[in-house]
């Protein structure tokens, strides 16, 4: 069982619409949980971190964390074509950060 | 604030040459990470420093693999012999351990082809 799993997709959103990406880890122990996004052939840019269970709201963005269900999520509000690219889930081991392989998110006007 | 930087941008070698890559931190942040990312993976943890001392390597580290951060500020990864299944897009973020969090930024990304 690989430490942190997501669906690579693609996801494909109308333009306007919400986008939910999910993410599941193994480690029960997990504390804090990250979501960042990746352009093709660029560097991974943080969205935003969630540590306590809920959601967690930045602009159009809403991250949910269960830490119970050991499940996270990331809520994409009023989808735009600029939001296509891939989101990456990543939860924090001792120091370092243990990632998921990637949902790749394509909205379409 | 700037950002994470990293040089050279894109490398180029032949199997077998020795390739090193620098990053600068944000400044002021105490730890900086090193990761590798092939093409459809998520980034892979390689190892980490607070300030000068190495605290973690990956164990799928290769000893053909060194990294330093002499004073604390920039650092470097060596590859030596490398090959061709070291191509990859390698990765440095930094991090302050006065945050809540300990987030990480990430800089550019070194791309480096092995041929």
């Known amino acids: 069982q690989k430490e942190v799993e997501q669906n690579s997709g693609p996801l494909s959103v109308p333009e306007g619409a919400i986008a939910s990406l999910n993410c599941t880890y193994s480690d029960r122990g997990s504390q804090s949980f990250f979501w960042y996004r990746q352009y093709s052939g660029k560097s991974p840019e943080l969205i935003m971190f969630i540590y306590s269970n809920g959601d967690k709201e930045d602009g159009r963005f809403t991250a949910q964390l269960n830490k119970a269900s050991q499940y996270v999520s990331l809520l994409i509000r009023d989808s735009q074509p600029s939001d296509s690219a891939t989101y990456l889930c990543?939860?924090?081991?001792?120091?370092?950060?243990?990632f998921g392989t990637g949902t790749r998110l394509q909205v379409f006007p | 604030d700037t950002g994470v930087s990293q040089n050279p941008r894109h490398k180029i070698t032949k199997r077998g040459q020795n390739v090193t890559f620098r990053c600068d931190p944000i400044?002021?942040?105490?730890?900086l990470y090193w990761y590798r990312q092939t093409l459809g993976q998520g980034p892979e943890f390689l190892t980490y420093?607070?300030?000068?001392?190495?605290?973690?390597k990956s164990r799928l580290l290769s000893d053909r693999f060194s990294a330093e951060r002499p004073k604390g500020s920039f650092s470097t990864l060596e590859i030596q012999r490398t090959e061709q299944g070291d191509s990859a897009m390698y990765l440095c973020?930094?991090?302050?351990?006065?945050?809540?969090?300990?987030?990480?930024?990430f800089g550019p990304g070194t791309r480096l082809t092995v041929l």
């Open positions: 420093f607070q300030n000068e001392a190495q605290l973690e």
């Open positions: 973020a930094s991090s302050s351990t006065s945050g809540i969090t300990d987030t990480q930024y």
């Open positions: 990543a939860v924090r081991g001792t120091d370092k950060l243990i």
């Open positions: 400044s002021e942040h105490n730890r």
